[in-house]
């Protein structure tokens, strides 16, 4: 199983960038595909969720409105969106995933796949 996650970098407060993560190994379409996010000194938090039944997505309360998750199962990817980003929203970003759906989606422990995280910095 592997997944890699790529596309950050640095961008201004208000300007946009697109994550992707490529998954390995795995029933994709069976999946459930999320992303966490950590800044330095801080836990990994939820950012969001895109399920496989019911193809439904949620969103932490900070990010609401700003980012989207999306699925692409014919290429094994999903992605976030990101708009009007904010100096907060600096982290290392990494794609989750996990097979059970149905249960609590912000719980970091419940996602057994992970990839390597990408960085990244929204100066102000």
């Known amino acids: 199983v592997q997944l890699q996650a790529f596309g950050g970098g640095l961008m201004q407060a208000g300007g946009f960038l697109r994550l992707s993560c490529k998954v390995s190994?795995?029933?994709?379409?069976?999946?459930?595909m999320a992303w966490f996010r950590q800044a330095p000194g801080k836990e990994r938090e939820f950012v969001a969720v895109s399920t496989w039944s019911g193809g439904r997505s949620y969103y932490a309360d900070s990010v609401k409105g700003r980012f989207t998750i999306s699925r692409d199962n014919a290429k094994n990817t999903v992605a976030l969106q990101m708009n009007s980003l904010k100096p907060e929203d600096t982290a290392v970003y990494y794609c989750?995933?996990?097979?059970?759906?149905?249960?609590?989606?912000?719980?970091?422990?419940?996602?057994?796949?992970w990839g390597q995280g990408t960085q990244v910095t929204v100066s102000s």
């Open positions: 989750a995933g996990k097979n059970v759906d149905g249960d609590s989606y912000a719980y970091r422990y419940d996602y057994p796949y």
């Open positions: 190994g795995l029933t994709f379409s069976r999946v459930v």
